[in-house]
């Protein structure tokens, strides 16, 4: 008998093993609460930020990138592009289209950051070209509308979009963008 008043003393010195446990799984479980509770929270604070920047973003690109200025006092600043052989889309069997360009721009900076943007300008200038059939290019009328496509096409991957209002022949060449003129040197459809 005298051992179990031992045992009881001894217990009630220290808290029993299964409130201990008891206490550090409460312990746990709301230190797990609250970092859950902080991280939805921040996550919900996040996405409120993330959203007014991108209200400020869409307001940013809603401006019209700034306006092209020519100086006529500085010899022209050209960008020669390598040969393009594609074959064109099927009109009257197969046929390919041989040309070589240059781009005319309004200064050398703009050439050096087109010269940056090549490979995407390459790929979009090939998707364009082998998209047209040989009856499109055939007239002169054919090879301006091509011409202006292109520049196009330069001025959008410079981040100059094309306006979604039709554009009239009286619009000075720098109101597109920093691309002003696309010159063939060689057109050859065979």
Request: proline share 8%; aromatic share 4%.
């Amino acid at each position: 008998m005298s051992k179990a008043p031992a045992k009881a003393e001894a217990v009630e010195g220290e808290a029993p093993k299964g409130g201990k446990k008891k206490m550090m799984m409460i312990i746990i479980v709301v230190v797990l609460v609250l970092a859950i509770a902080g991280g939805a929270a921040f996550m919900l604070l996040g996405k409120k930020k993330h959203a007014a920047d991108g209200e400020d973003a869409e307001e940013d690109v809603s401006h019209e990138p700034p306006k092209v200025k020519v100086d006529p006092s500085k010899p022209p600043v050209f960008v020669p592009l390598e040969q393009f052989t594609v074959n064109l889309a099927p009109d009257e069997g197969e046929h390919f289209l041989q040309s070589t360009m240059v781009l005319r721009v309004a200064d050398a900076k703009v050439g050096d950051s087109l010269k940056l943007y090549m490979p995407e300008l390459k790929h979009r200038m090939i998707m364009l070209l082998s998209s047209k059939k040989p009856s499109e290019l055939a007239t002169a009328e054919g090879r301006e509308v091509l011409a202006d496509e292109i520049k196009e096409e330069a001025n959008d991957v410079l981040g100059y979009p094309p306006s979604p209002k039709k554009k009239s022949k009286r619009n000075r060449p720098e109101d597109d963008g920093p691309v002003l003129a696309v010159l063939f040197n060689q057109f050859i459809v065979q």
